[in-house]
């Protein structure tokens, strides 16, 4: 019996032994993660990039971040097949066009490679993880701002390009207050902006304020750069009274126009935080382990997508010493020069 016994604990301690040997082995495995991020014009990408990078040497892990700076989704597209052909673990994916994301998807699939959407999130497909802020509730914020900033007067409201869907969430979320004015108001733009294009926001803007006598109250932007072309569109349209700007992204232009009284409002995130937590997750998922996830994003995909989501704070004249300074996001000299 105490053979039979003796044999049994040996077993038992070899199986543990093994598993523990397993799990340090998987535990030290190179990790590999690949980045695809269909850019537009804000400087944000660019330093997202450099966060990402930083984060993932601090954990150990291969990172390869491609800016996909030829604005066509099939160039990305191609990124996404070489680096998964290259054997990457992950795939962390802003894409381009949301309308022509499938053939990335399907491809990762194929691979077994799990995807994890970040800061744009992808309606109706099936994917892992969304990295990113609920756009709809900072357009609420957006639109409760600016509706009680310029609650009579001619307005202009202007969505990011038609092919992504924060763009649209950003919108139908500011449109739930601007809606409850929309009877005292005169919207004499109300367009998507394609491309995120800043100069094309600057014609379409111009254009419509001069068929309109030169009359503008206030102008809904989705991001600090289209925030940018429109206060130049005023300038030289020559516009002496005060407009309301909206914007994103808490870009250090933006919050100079702010200080100077040519926008009156941005969005701050945390795009170090928003990066190191896709790269984390990454991370986690590489090495089979459990994602942090803190809400459930409806995608309209017959589910809900696991979501790990930063909170942001509106940035105003008033408070963008606490929130952007105080924090260490930008000086004072900075923003306010020496």
């Given at each position: 019996?105490?053979?039979?016994?003796t044999?049994?604990?040996?077993?038992?301690?070899?199986?543990?032994?093994?598993?523990?040997?397993?799990?340090?082995?998987?535990?030290?495995k190179?990790?590999?993660?690949?980045v695809?991020?269909?850019?537009?014009?804000?400087?944000?990408?660019?330093?997202?990039?450099?966060?990402m990078?930083?984060?993932?040497?601090?954990?150990?892990?291969?990172?390869?971040?491609?800016?996909?700076?030829?604005?066509?989704?099939?160039?990305?597209?191609?990124?996404?097949?070489?680096?998964?052909?290259?054997?990457?673990?992950?795939?962390i994916?802003?894409?381009?066009?949301?309308?022509?994301?499938?053939?990335?998807?399907?491809?990762?699939?194929?691979?077994?490679v799990?995807?994890?959407?970040?800061?744009?999130?992808?309606?109706?497909?099936?994917?892992?993880?969304?990295?990113?802020?609920?756009?709809?509730?900072?357009?609420?914020?957006?639109?409760?701002?600016?509706?009680?900033?310029?609650?009579?007067?001619?307005?202009?409201?202007?969505?990011?390009?038609?092919?992504?869907?924060?763009?649209?969430?950003?919108?139908?979320?500011?449109?739930?207050?601007?809606?409850?004015?929309?009877?005292d108001?005169?919207?004499?733009?109300?367009?998507?902006?394609?491309?995120?294009?800043?100069?094309?926001?600057k014609?379409?803007?111009?254009?419509?304020?001069?068929?309109?006598?030169?009359?503008?109250?206030?102008?809904?932007?989705?991001?600090?750069?289209i925030?940018?072309?429109?206060?130049?569109?005023?300038?030289?349209?020559?516009?002496?009274?005060?407009?309301?700007?909206?914007?994103?992204d808490?870009?250090?232009?933006?919050v100079?126009?702010?200080?100077?009284g040519?926008?009156?409002?941005?969005?701050?995130?945390?795009?170090?935080?928003?990066?190191?937590?896709?790269?984390?997750?990454?991370?986690?998922?590489?090495?089979?382990?459990?994602?942090?996830?803190?809400?459930?994003?409806?995608?309209?995909?017959?589910?809900?997508?696991?979501?790990?989501?930063?909170?942001?704070?509106?940035?105003?004249k008033?408070?963008?010493?606490?929130?952007?300074?105080?924090?260490?996001?930008?000086?004072?000299e900075?923003?306010?020069?020496?």
């Amino acid at each position: 019996m105490s053979r039979k016994i003796t044999i049994a604990v040996l077993t038992v301690l070899f199986v543990a032994a093994a598993t523990i040997m397993f799990h340090r082995a998987d535990e030290k495995k190179d990790v590999k993660i690949g980045v695809s991020i269909g850019v537009g014009n804000a400087i944000r990408w660019e330093n997202e990039k450099r966060y990402m990078e930083a984060r993932a040497k601090e954990l150990g892990a291969n990172i390869e971040v491609r800016l996909n700076k030829t604005n066509t989704p099939k160039t990305q597209q191609e990124d996404c097949r070489e680096m998964i052909d290259k054997g990457i673990d992950v795939l962390i994916l802003t894409p381009r066009s949301v309308a022509n994301v499938d053939n990335i998807l399907e491809y990762a699939k194929s691979k077994n490679v799990p995807v994890i959407c970040y800061a744009r999130v992808v309606l109706g497909k099936k994917i892992d993880l969304f990295v990113g802020y609920d756009s709809a509730r900072i357009g609420q914020k957006m639109g409760q701002y600016i509706s009680e900033a310029v609650y009579k007067g001619d307005y202009i409201l202007l969505r990011g390009d038609s092919g992504d869907n924060n763009a649209a969430l950003l919108y139908e979320g500011a449109m739930r207050y601007i809606s409850q004015i929309r009877s005292d108001i005169n919207i004499i733009l109300d367009c998507a902006v394609p491309g995120w294009s800043p100069s094309e926001a600057k014609r379409i803007v111009k254009e419509a304020i001069s068929a309109n006598g030169n009359r503008i109250d206030a102008i809904l932007s989705p991001n600090d750069k289209i925030a940018e072309a429109c206060a130049e569109a005023l300038e030289e349209l020559g516009i002496k009274n005060h407009v309301a700007i909206t914007g994103m992204d808490a870009e250090l232009e933006a919050v100079r126009r702010i200080v100077k009284g040519r926008q009156d409002v941005t969005f701050y995130m945390d795009l170090k935080e928003l990066s190191a937590t896709a790269v984390n997750e990454a991370f986690h998922m590489a090495r089979g382990e459990k994602v942090n996830v803190n809400a459930d994003f409806d995608n309209h995909s017959g589910g809900t997508v696991p979501s790990n989501l930063i909170t942001g704070q509106l940035v105003t004249k008033e408070n963008l010493n606490k929130v952007l300074i105080d924090s260490g996001y930008f000086t004072k000299e900075e923003v306010y020069g020496k």
